[in-house]
């Protein structure tokens, strides 16, 4: 999505350890209306696969994950990084280790919100070793939830993320797809 590249190219910068920062749209400040082009692709892409629900993880899956929800006409769910003390009902959990925070947390959603009918859409804001994927993967499977793929707004294809969903034969959309970074410039597939 030639109109993402051009945006992390402006406003994006590289950290050490392989890290883009491109919170000036979508990891703190949300531009609604990228986001909604965003959203609009993914439901391009993913508008002949029959989805009933898109699955996403907070906080940073919110924006991308409501918009494609949104064209696509269904449900959203985000799995939780906390269970609320207003939870009692039955969840399904995953852990989950953020390579940015160096912390392992427990993701869930309750088990009302996904079912062996459900036919999703996984939304998430990054893919580098993929551990959020990896665990709302989990989570679909303990639900036994049919995953028609997954939609990345940036992959960083060089951190092995990718790799593993396509192992595991589920279909992949990412719509900025990083090569590498180098002398702090980032190199998209393809160029």
């Excluded at 989805?51 to 907070?58: D, G, R, W």
């Excluded at 064209?71 to 959203?76: D, W």
């Excluded at 993320?161 to 595991?168: F, H, L, R």
Aim: net charge negative; proline share 3%; with cysteine.
């Amino acid at each position: 999505m030639k109109l993402l590249e051009d945006r992390i190219r402006k406003d994006g910068a590289v950290l050490p350890g392989d890290v883009l920062k491109i919170n000036s749209f979508l990891n703190h400040q949300v531009d609604p209306e990228l986001m909604m082009q965003i959203g609009q692709e993914f439901q391009r892409l993913f508008k002949d696969s029959n989805i009933t629900k898109v699955l996403t993880c907070e906080a940073s899956g919110i924006a991308p994950g409501v918009m494609t929800a949104y064209c696509l006409k269904v449900p959203m769910v985000f799995a939780r990084k906390k269970k609320p003390s207003t939870l009692n009902d039955a969840v399904y959990w995953a852990d989950v280790f953020s390579y940015t925070k160096k912390v392992t947390n427990k993701i869930c959603v309750e088990e009302k919100f996904l079912d062996k009918d459900d036919n999703l859409l996984i939304i998430d804001d990054f893919i580098a070793h993929g551990e959020a994927v990896k665990g709302m993967v989990n989570i679909a499977r303990q639900a036994g939830c049919n995953i028609a793929g997954i939609g990345a707004v940036v992959a960083k294809e060089f951190q092995g993320g990718s790799d593993w969903i396509k192992e595991q034969n589920i279909r992949l959309e990412a719509l900025a797809n990083i090569a590498s970074f180098e002398n702090g410039q980032v190199h998209f597939v393809g160029e």
